[in-house]
């Protein structure tokens, strides 16, 4: 299993849009359906200066099922996600895989 932290600076005023997006069938629905996805958490944050910025943390089966998922038609430059992406964002995302990911329950 693969773990992938992707952070994405976000306009303020164009959240909402990006929610719907993430929450359209372009969106989750989407990725949920693609070889060797095992799972989506994300949530914002604001900084000290209220910069809000958008985080993601995938889990793919391996990392070429995540390349190969990011080059479908849907996520090319060109289609409504990915113009919808750079219309909101407020700065150059930043995409990270972990060597290790635990998760850890109460007992």
């Not at 994300?42 to 089966?61: A, Q």
């Not at 080059?71 to 990270?96: H, W």
């Amino acid at each position: 299993m693969n773990t992938i932290l992707i952070q994405v600076p976000i306009s303020t005023a164009k959240k909402a849009e990006w929610d719907a997006m993430v929450n359209s069938p372009e969106g989750f629905a989407l990725v949920s359906k693609q070889k060797g996805f095992i799972s989506a958490e994300f949530g914002y944050s604001t900084d000290e200066e209220g910069n809000l910025k958008w985080n993601l943390w995938e889990k793919w089966e391996t990392q070429e099922d995540f390349a190969n998922y990011n080059s479908i038609p849907e996520r090319l430059e060109d289609s409504k996600f990915m113009q919808t992406f750079l219309a909101v964002m407020d700065g150059p995302p930043s995409m990270l895989w972990l060597d290790g990911f635990e998760t850890r329950s109460p007992s």
